[in-house]
């Protein structure tokens, strides 16, 4: 049973860049959730998406933005790069009709913004 | 708003010692506590949860329980092993109607030695 993958696992951009990264979630879950974690920080909500719609979207600007598809995948895409968004970006799933908190996690998409 | 502090890591342990994460927040309402781990090269992972007052969270060994008159979710294992080296991020997830988001500490690393 496959976990929650996500892809790129590094990359690298310039300043005023735009970047996509890329979750499946974990078989069986329709849910997706995005955190932001600058290094030695907890992770931050971005945002989480159910049924292809932003559900709940946490402190983080219009630069931001999602995208869930029919099979419950999900991109993050970020636009006009700033070097304070280097950080890893983790992607977890769950099941949107039961709201336990009990999130899966990928291992996350690195992007270091030169 | 919601806020989870931990105690500051690194935390480094000799085989078998006894083990104590401490975890406060700050919440509206009941908030569901939760204890995530991350292992290297890993995806965070749930470790335990409690969802109400004096509800006790048990998994592998580790314990914690929800202090509401202390607003305290404190970790604890008897005798850490040199496997359970890791990252550890105490959550809260409030339970509000429409929320979704986990607020997460600033985790704590812990290095058990041989």
Known sequence: DA?????PTHLIKTRGQQVTLRCSPKSGHDTVSWYQQALGQGPQFIFQYYEEEERQRGNFPDRFSGHQFPNYSSELNVNALLLGDSA?????SSLGGRDTGELFFGEGSRLTVL | GNSVTQMEGPVTLSEEAFLTINCTYTATGYPSLFWYVQYPGEGLQLLLKATKADDKGSNKGFEATYRKETTSFHLEKGSVQVSDSAVYFCALKYSGAGSYQLTFGKGTKLSVIP
């Not at chain 1, 976990?3 to 892809?7: A, E, I, K």
């Not at chain 1, 890893?88 to 977890?92: E, K, M, N, V």
Request: aromatic content about 10%; charged content about 0%.
């Open chain 1, 3 to 7: 976990g929650v993958t996500q892809s």
């Open chain 1, 88 to 92: 890893l970006y983790l992607c977890a």
